[in-house]
């Protein structure tokens, strides 16, 4: 007797489990590879709009890799295997995108090759692939096509308006390096269905490391030291439109801690592995959420970028050290000064700084939050490294010392330049408070 089948017609059966957990394990390589890469340059980007933009980026693009990391494991179960194998030339690929000849150049590969071939390989995985049984999957991906396409158009939005003031060697050199990455892309089968061909082939032959003196945009005031109180005991850190303005400062200055927390995930990401990223991605994110705070309310009381100091002792006071000191000066900043900001809150709410208020009520929310980061991580180093996990303490103290070496070589200069901003901010923001009084 012939057995008969009912026929299977419906083109939604073309994935079976494990097809889709290999696709969707070299998307979350892609994706955990470019957040190391954009974590690591942040230091060494110049452009102040670019280095606000990138951390929100990579903390989407995080977000984004743990889904498809989970999605993976539940298609695998029981298995929690997750191997480069076939992926191996494309990953090598994207590492050696870090090693882009200048900042402009990552900047660029970033909008005009990886994000733009992640958006299209997420597009043409969903046309194929079932909405039914692959239904969550379809939820997030959906979400980070969106998001892919934000950043391309922000990103190019900036690296336009920087085309126009940046060296015409540079872009040059910029332009030739996203061509030539785009053709070894090609060359291994790009980021798609189909496993990758080949090997990849070395576009430099330098190792990238990020970078230990920040750089800094042109339109700002550089500076070591951000305000007088900091290397002059004498000068008061102030109260009403002075606290007011310190305050703001001090939260634009945090783009150390921007810069700081993109330089441990780049140097522990392999060490920490994936917890250790998501976390550090988000503290990143967190960070340049605190430095936008500060900007925009100085730009909201009529501050211009260059009446602006943005400082870097606390960054470069790690300079040549151990990454474990950069790891533990964020743990130190966060957990010194905590305290000090629901007094803040309260100040601020007196002025009527109903903005000052806010944003210092959800800076103390974030530090809570990255006070344990820092706690676990540290801790999670130190084991690692056949320490005691608990004896993080040793470790903070040497921030303290390694901070106040720099602060002790001020030099008298350093605090007549910064002194003088300062009065200058304080007797435009006086006016300006005085001008704002008159009217109401």
């Not at 960070?287 to 730009?299: A, D, I, N, Q, V």
């Amino acid at each position: 007797m012939k057995v008969q089948y009912l026929p299977s017609i419906q083109k939604r059966g073309k994935f079976m489990r494990y097809d889709t957990a290999v696709i969707l394990k070299r998307y979350f390589l892609c994706e955990r590879a470019l957040v190391i890469g954009q974590a690591g340059w942040l230091s060494g980007i110049p452009y102040f709009d670019i280095k606000m933009k990138l951390p929100k980026m990579m903390w989407e693009d995080a977000m984004t890799a743990n889904e498809l990391r989970n999605r993976v494991y539940e298609l695998r179960f029981p298995s929690r295997m997750l191997e480069i194998g076939d992926d191996q030339a494309l990953v090598d690929l994207i590492h050696q995108s870090f090693n882009a000849p200048n900042p402009l150049a990552f900047v660029m590969s970033l909008s005009r090759v990886f994000k733009p071939v992640l958006k299209q390989a997420y597009k043409d995985y969903l046309e194929m692939a079932d909405v039914i049984g692959d239904g969550p999957t379809h939820r997030f991906l959906e979400l980070a096509i969106r998001e892919k396409e934000d950043q391309i158009q922000t990103l190019e939005k900036y690296i336009l308006q920087y085309l126009e003031k940046e060296d015409h060697q540079n872009i040059g050199t910029a332009l030739q390096w996203v061509k030539e990455l785009q053709n070894k892309l090609d060359q291994i089968g790009g980021i798609g269905i189909e496993n990758c061909k080949g090997t990849a082939v070395d576009l430099s032959d330098k190792v990238f490391s990020p970078t230990e003196v920040p750089k800094r945009d042109n339109r700002f005031i550089p500076v070591r030291f951000y305000w007088p109180d900091i290397v002059d005991e004498s000068f008061p850190y102030g109260e009403g439109v002075k606290l007011q303005l310190r305050s703001a400062i001090s939260h634009l200055n945090e783009i150390w801690a921007v810069e700081n927390a993109g330089f441990i995930l780049y140097e522990f990401a392999e060490d920490l592995g994936w917890d250790f990223i998501y976390d550090a991605a988000r503290w990143v994110y967190d960070e340049s959420r605190h430095c936008t705070m500060g900007y925009e309310r100085l730009k909201q009381w009529g501050f211009e970028e260059n009446e602006l100091p943005l400082g870097t002792y606390i960054f470069e006071s790690c300079k040549g050290k151990d990454p474990v000191y950069r790891l533990g000066m964020l743990f130190y900043f966060e957990s010194k000064n905590i305290g000090k900001k629901p007094e803040r809150v309260k100040s601020f709410a007196e002025f009527n700084d109903q903005v000052s208020q806010h944003d210092m009520d959800f800076d103390w929310a974030d530090e809570t939050i990255h006070t344990s980061y820092g706690k676990r991580w540290l801790s999670a180093i130190l084991e690692k490294r056949g320490l005691n996990p608990k004896d993080y303490q040793k470790i903070k103290d040497e921030c303290d010392r390694l901070v106040e070496g720099v602060i002790s070589s001020v030099t008298k200069e350093e605090v007549q330049q910064i002194t003088h901003i300062t009065e200058n901010m304080i007797k435009k923001a006086e006016h300006f408070a005085a001008a704002y009084e008159g009217k109401y």
